[in-house]
């Protein structure tokens, strides 16, 4: 009886956490009086395994989720039927061309960034070449594009700075924007060796505290973003 009392305690309140970093707790306690709203997610993966947004999802939220993988965001369209589902490279600039570094398909690695790449001990495979989308053009061409996106949520190793760079703050006025950060002038990128006097001096830092967000959270490699007028 004490077990099945504990039991229901714990479920009661203690909460699960589907992100890799469990930064989706985090995002969801700032949401907490906000059972419906609207994400973007860059850099998806998996709609429920190491996902920042899946725990939105499950409270009523939906939104936008983009991914290079083909299987990737075939699994969102069976599992997140509420959400749209892209299947793109992000790029600054719609139909830019990128070179691909390419470890394997369903591989979270896969990247744009030359630096990251050349950072890594494992080797990539091949290097394709491929067009991309704008984030602008993404939203503009969906069902919210003239809603409000409360959550922005971007991880796509090493190249956020870039993707966000002509994102169109001033129309897309979003609350929060949680993004991985990565250092690769660290010889190892083991969490431990990040540094936030670093940090602070990124380009990535700098894009979104010129665009008047601020700093709030700091959990593993993602960085906690809001709008300094926002309301939660």
Known sequence: MINYFKKIYYEKYSRKSYSLSNVDLVI?????????????????????????????????????????????????NKLRTRDINIQTLITSYDDEEKDLFFYHDRSAINTISKDLANSRKKEYQ?????????????????????????????DI??????????????????????????????????????S??????????????NNNYKLVNWVNADLIFVKKNSKF
């Open 157 to 194: 190793e090493n190249y956020e700075y870039e993707a966000l760079k002509n994102f169109n703050f001033q129309k897309y006025d979003i609350d929060m924007i949680v993004t991985e950060i990565t250092d690769t002038s660290i010889k190892n990128l083991e969490i431990f060796n990040l």
């Open 196 to 209: 936030l006097e670093n940090i602070v001096k990124t380009d990535l830092y700098n894009l979104l505290i």
């Open 28 to 76: 969801e306690r700032i949401f907490k009086k906000k059972d419906k709203g609207i994400f973007i997610d860059v850099g998806c993966n998996h709609p429920i395994k190491y996902n920042n947004t899946y725990l939105l999802y499950k409270k009523g939220w939906s939104g936008i989720n983009i991914d290079l993988d083909t299987e990737s965001i075939n699994q969102f």
């Open 126 to 154: 091949e290097i394709r070449k491929l067009k991309g989308k704008s984030l602008n053009t993404i939203i503009e061409n969906s069902k919210f594009k003239n809603l409000k996106i409360d959550l922005l949520s971007i």
